[in-house]
């Protein structure tokens, strides 16, 4: 089984899965699987070499709290729940598993619902990266036949931006695609009066206690563009990406997703993400509505208390 983990682990690593909710939702069902092959006839080693498990696959992307709370979910449950042996556990665990699942499932749909009352007719609206919550949003207000346009990043050095194009342009939304590098000054005045943006939407990888979040690097020059410009900002995020502490260490990513043959001794600082100051943020849009970013933790005590 090791190497069946191992591979899970480099899956992730890789960015074979991406965005948060795919990670998230990768890491607990692995537990799942995993769980069913662990050799333990005691009930207190099992759980231990489960807890082993998650740790080394959440490793793979420290910057991925809803991953993390994927996880408490399973060990909060589990000590609510309670199981005689470890035949019962392993039940026990598909079904908690499953529970995250379908969770994860209803906040998107509410999350998608709220989202789209946001678009309006002829609306410019900017994003950036590969939100599968922002696309959605995207798509559910055009099939109720609004006529928008939505401008977009490339998204370097790994090109996730061209993943929204090519969905959207599935869809038939009109789409346009600018180099991340032109972004702020797109949504700027500069760029002309046919290219002002009503709104942005952006997703999030992390939502911090201040009301700030993680997202795609790249989001703080927008966000900082977005606030003089007097744009609304707006970040669709589930509440189980709370991370409860006022930081996460930024991830960098290897220096060669950026340039494989680069001279010797050329240093490349390859951020993976950046954070958005509440101040800057108009609204979150969750499982709960609207949510102005100080109003996080309040939201967070009524539908997810094991987070709080």
């Known amino acids: 089984m090791k190497q069946l983990v191992q591979k899970a682990f480099q899956k992730i690593k890789s960015l074979k899965v991406q965005g948060a909710t795919a990670i998230a939702q990768a890491v607990v069902d692995y537990l799942s699987q995993f769980g069913q092959k662990i050799d333990k006839s005691e009930g207190e080693k099992w759980e231990k070499e489960l807890k082993k498990i998650a740790d080394y696959l959440l490793s793979a992307r420290p910057t991925e709290p809803m991953a993390q709370n994927g996880v408490k979910f399973i060990f909060s449950e589990f000590k609510k729940r309670k199981s005689q042996n470890v035949k019962e556990s392993k039940i026990l665990l598909k079904e908690i598993s499953r529970d995250f699942s379908l969770a994860t499932l209803e906040a998107n749909k509410l999350i998608v619902f709220h989202g789209k009352q946001l678009i309006k007719e002829n609306n410019n609206i900017f994003t950036h990266c590969h939100s599968s919550l922002v696309e959605q949003i995207f798509i559910q207000a055009k099939k109720e036949k609004n006529k928008f346009q939505v401008y977009q990043t490339e998204t370097r050095p790994l090109f996730q931006g061209r993943i929204t194009a090519q969905n959207l342009l599935k869809e038939k939304i009109d789409t346009t695609m600018v180099v991340d590098s032109s972004a702020s000054f797109l949504i700027s005045h500069n760029s002309g009066k046919n290219l002002m ?74 951020f993976a993400f950046d954070q958005i100051p509440a101040e800057y943020i108009t609204g979150i849009i969750c499982e709960q509505g609207i949510i102005k970013p100080k109003e996080v933790k309040n939201y967070l005590k009524k539908i997810y208390p094991f987070l709080a």
Do not use: C
């Not at 942005?200 to 606030?227: C, E, Q, R, W, Y």
């Not at 006022?246 to 050329?266: T, V």
């Open 197 to 270: 943006m009503d709104k942005i939407i952006l997703g999030a990888d992390a939502i911090l206690p201040n009301g700030s979040v993680i997202n795609k690097i790249g989001s703080f020059g927008i966000a900082i563009t977005a606030h003089y410009e007097k744009i609304p900002l707006y970040v669709a995020a589930s509440l189980l990406k709370y991370h409860s502490k006022s930081w996460i260490k930024i991830e960098k990513r290897p220096g060669k997703e950026i340039w494989q043959k680069a001279p010797q001794n050329l240093k490349i600082i390859n």
